[in-house]
């Protein structure tokens, strides 16, 4: 590795910062076989916050109708072929009680943008997850919604929203995401930050167009707005939809971009997506050994998770697979926490309005 990379990842492990001409530079030079110094820093960053603890979140994808048409996504308004579906409360409240006896002490109600659940239906859900079951938090990833919608969420007992801006740049936004406007997209991340969520942003990576220099201002995007989660994944574009014969985004350049997302916030909780999974049978392995520290399993009913189908051939791993997750997280270096496993300076304030 020439000196100039080594001297700019010292400074970024020392700084946790580079200036937007530094991080072009590494995005333009490090490739994946000569990035094991990064990696090194990366892990390190993470062991000084997080120790060596892996911890699991268990989603339940609750409903594929969504009201949006993006170009890459399998459950879009327009495909005609998806067989759509929707969980009763009594359903999901079922998949929680199923996680809960596994030991899982987070559940990830995800749906696509579906207005059929209202926040009053949404409100009693969470309210009966929490006294049901002690100790249990709640992530929501249910996408865009007034700011009225979270604050009622919130005070319902949810502790963290997910919500992906998808891509920074302006005319990828908006030509991947008809009807659709980033900086909407981009107000609801800063109203759910202000509410009191725990708020996970994240990106694409491999959208047509996207550029090295795209992604170093994702990065100072990130680092800005300081979000408690980021989740990032290679497109894996759904082949009945406008960019279903595009090329599948990067595992390798996945993997050292969640490295830099480490070191540029210490503290983030960073999952390795099911999309590095399905793209690469050792994609846990790789996102663990460049700082990632959240795994996501599947708690959904078996017959609705063909259904929930954002991309072909999901790698999604069944949540009661703990041994084999288990294993492949100890043989990566790394150990299983099933606690809440929250961000580790994040208390829960009173919500704004």
Same mark, same amino acid.
């Given at each position: 590795?020439?000196k100039?990379l ?11 910062f ?6 072009? @530079?590494? +995005?333009?030079?490090?490739?994946? /076989? ?5 990696f090194?820093y ?7 916050? @997080?120790?060596?603890?892996v911890y699991? /979140?268990s989603?339940?994808?609750?409903s594929?109708?969504?009201r ?15 067989e759509?579906?929707r969980?009763p ?14 030991g ?5 109600? %995800? ?14 859900l ?24 979270? @604050?009622r ?6 502790? /963290?929203?997910?919500?992906r ?6 005319? #990828? ?8 406007? +980033?900086?909407?997209?981009? %107000? ?5 930050k202000?509410?009191?969520?725990q708020?996970?942003?994240?990106f694409? !990576? ?8 795209? &992604? ?6 990130l ?11 290679? &497109? ?12 599948a ?5 996945? !993997?050292?971009?969640?490295? #830099? ?6 503290? *983030?909780l960073?999952? *390795? ?6 793209l ?7 996102g663990l050994?460049?700082?990632?520290? *959240?795994?996501?399993? !599947?708690v959904?009913?078996?017959?609705c998770?063909r259904k ?27 150990? +299983? ?10 208390? /829960?304030?009173?919500a704004?309005?």
């Amino acid at each position: 590795m020439e000196k100039k990379l080594k001297g700019l990842l010292a400074k970024l492990y020392r700084k946790n910062f580079l200036e937007k001409p530094e991080l072009l @530079y590494l +995005l333009e030079n490090i490739t994946y /076989r000569d990035a094991g110094l990064l990696f090194a820093y990366a892990r390190k960053t993470r062991v000084k916050t @997080y120790q060596r603890k892996v911890y699991l /979140r268990s989603v339940v994808e609750f409903s594929n109708h969504c009201r949006n048409n993006c170009w890459y996504c399998g459950i879009r308004r327009e495909n005609k072929k998806v067989e759509r579906y929707r969980l009763p409360p009594e359903t999901i409240l079922a998949c929680c009680a199923s996680a809960y006896q596994a030991g899982y002490r987070t559940i990830v109600l %995800q749906s696509g943008e579906d207005e059929f659940y209202t926040a009053a239906v949404l409100a009693d859900l969470i309210q009966t997850i929490k006294r049901e079951y002690p100790g249990m938090a709640v992530t929501l990833s249910i996408g865009e919604a007034s700011r009225e919608k979270y @604050y009622r969420l919130y005070q319902a007992g949810a502790d /963290r929203f997910l919500l992906r801006h998808e891509t920074i740049a302006t005319d #990828l936004y908006e030509r991947y995401h008809p009807g659709m406007n +980033l900086q909407q997209r981009l %107000q609801c991340l800063k109203e759910l930050k202000e509410i009191g969520f725990q708020t996970g942003a994240g990106f694409i !990576v491999g959208l047509p167009g996207q550029t090295n220099e795209i &992604l170093a201002e994702e990065l100072l995007f990130l680092t800005e707005f300081s979000p408690d989660m980021v989740g990032i994944g290679p &497109l894996i574009p759904h082949p009945e939809t406008p960019l279903g014969k595009s090329p599948a985004g990067s595992v390798e350049k996945t !993997v050292i971009l969640l490295a #830099l997302i480490r070191l540029l916030l210490p503290e *983030v909780l960073l999952p *390795v997506t099911t999309a590095v999974n399905t793209l690469d049978k050792y994609g846990w392995e790789k996102g663990l050994a460049a700082g990632a520290n *959240v795994i996501m399993p !599947v708690v959904s009913p078996a017959e609705c998770r063909r259904k929930y189908e954002i991309y072909k051939n999901k790698a999604g791993v069944d949540y009661a697979a703990l041994p084999e997750i288990k294993k492949r997280v100890e043989n990566a270096g790394f150990e +299983l926490d099933m606690s809440r496993g929250d961000h580790c300076k994040r208390l /829960r304030p009173a919500a704004i309005i």
